[in-house]
């Protein structure tokens, strides 16, 4: 894997948040049935895999919980592309105007239980403040990126794709994106660990079966602000083919099939 | 180094990154360079070994009256000012770290010990109020935020209670202490700038101190000089 590093800072961020010079890779209507052939083989069991999957092996996810730290992103997410659009001025206020369209929501009645806003609504007003607090400094990484990079980014959805007839439904995440496209950026707590460039491949290759019949993103970027570092990927055939196929062998895991056995295990039994 | 008493610590602030010019990218690279050419082996450094001093193994009161305060702090940090501090302060530890150690042993106080944290929390939480002052959110206010650097055999690990101002207008980094100010804080300020120089590459511009046990303040521009100063008092670094 041709993963670039990068320090965090401006001529190095640039560098890697820049238009690149190649195209990223298309992934047409035959090739999309062969993914989906692929997972079919792997049985029909409800799968949903992201990049967190491929990094921790396939290994089945635990049930899901709200907790402070897991709301950052969300909030985060909503209140820098609130900043980055212009429509509030302050990081603090667009994360307060997001809590309060979340509180809101939970007021009239039309957020379900389990939900963030739902969540967020039964929190004591200290714990609202906290959430709050770390969705300044989330949405302040963001924002600090976007406004150093020398590209326009816009802080976009995550993707979610769902392979049909195979009850397999993928969440490419990214928390900015340039322009045309070409470049998505993922911002990352903590430091990057030895899987962390086979989740970033993860993402770009679910981002370009996602534009199916279009060109998909040229450029991943990892970016890790606590850490000061930036990864790298260029896409091309052979890093979303090895990306599909890690996507691919998630399910499988997922779906309980034991892989098979490695040619050293074959020799022993 | 300037010892205050009147002004708030964002006055000063305000005053402060309003000055002097920033220490230029050469200048920051070349920081780094001195960094990296340290010698081995490969080590972790946290900032209570700048403190050189031996911590308790587990959780304490005094830890516990930290980390407290730096909830208090995050409050703060998005404008909410809360009216009862010690209450405020353990509901905020326990929403953002149910399971964690402090929390646990924060649970398992006696009455006594208890009625003694809520005395001592009151007194800091009292000082931090009156000399903290209101941050404007135009500053990005953004607390307890952990950072690292790794440079050559060295990964310097770091925590700031405060840090205001963005990469390209201009950072500054607060040291919120339940301790008095001394010359180990005035060493953990300047690892603070170091650390911040060479995780974005821009030095910050000053970085303070508040003591909540005394009220007292200092602000400290950074500089070429004290980020060398920072280098050479790193642990294991011989001074020049």
Known sequence: MNLISYRLDTADLMSATSEPTHEG??????RFATIIESHRRHGITPRRVD??????????????????RKTRRTLGNAAASLVISGQQRTVAAAVRAEMGHHLDLAVRGWANRGTLSWWIAEQSPVAQGIITAEAVAWASDICD??????ARFTAPSDLYIDLPTCRTSWRARRDLLN???????????????????????????????????EVGPARIVGIWPQAGMALALNSDEITVAVGIRDLTAASKVLAGIPSAPSPRERQLA | MLLMTSPTVTDRLRAARSGDAPISPEQSQQIRELVQALPGPCRTIYPR?????????GPSLAMLRGALITQLVRLRSVGLHSTHAVRDA??????????????????????????????????????????????????????????????????????????????????????????????????????????????????????????????????????????HIAVSELPGVSPS
Do not use: K
């Open chain 1, 25 to 30: 890779v298309v992934i047409d209507d035959a």
């Open chain 1, 51 to 68: 990049a967190w999957t491929i990094e921790q092996a396939g290994a089945p996810p635990t049930p899901f919980v709200w907790s402070v």
């Open chain 1, 145 to 150: 990126i976007a406004e150093r990079s020398l």
């Open chain 1, 179 to 213: 322009d045309d496209g070409s470049v998505m950026v993922r911002v990352r707590g903590g430091a990057p660990s030895t899987t962390a460039g086979a989740g970033l491949r993860a993402d770009l290759a679910m981002a370009t079966v996602a534009a199916r019949g």
């Open chain 2, 49 to 57: 070994d700048i403190d050189g001093v031996e911590g308790p193994s």
């Open chain 2, 90 to 227: 353990i509901d905020a530890l326990e929403s953002y770290d149910g399971e964690g150690d402090l929390v646990e042993f924060l649970r398992h106080l006696s009455a006594d010990e208890r009625a003694r944290l809520h005395a001592d929390l009151s007194s800091h939480s009292h000082v931090l109020a009156e000399r903290l002052g209101h941050i404007p959110d135009g500053w990005r206010p953004r607390a307890a935020v952990r950072s690292a650097a790794r440079v050559g055999y060295l990964t310097l690990r770091d925590v700031n209670d405060l840090v205001v101002g963005t990469i390209t207008s201009g950072l500054a980094l607060v040291d919120v202490t339940t301790a008095e100010l001394d010359e180990r804080l005035e060493r953990r300020m300047r690892y603070h700038a170091l650390v911040e120089t060479l995780r974005s590459g821009v030095a910050p511009t000053c970085v303070a101190g508040l003591s909540t046990a005394t009220g007292d303040s200092a602000i400290y521009p950074v500089t070429v000089e004290s980020l």
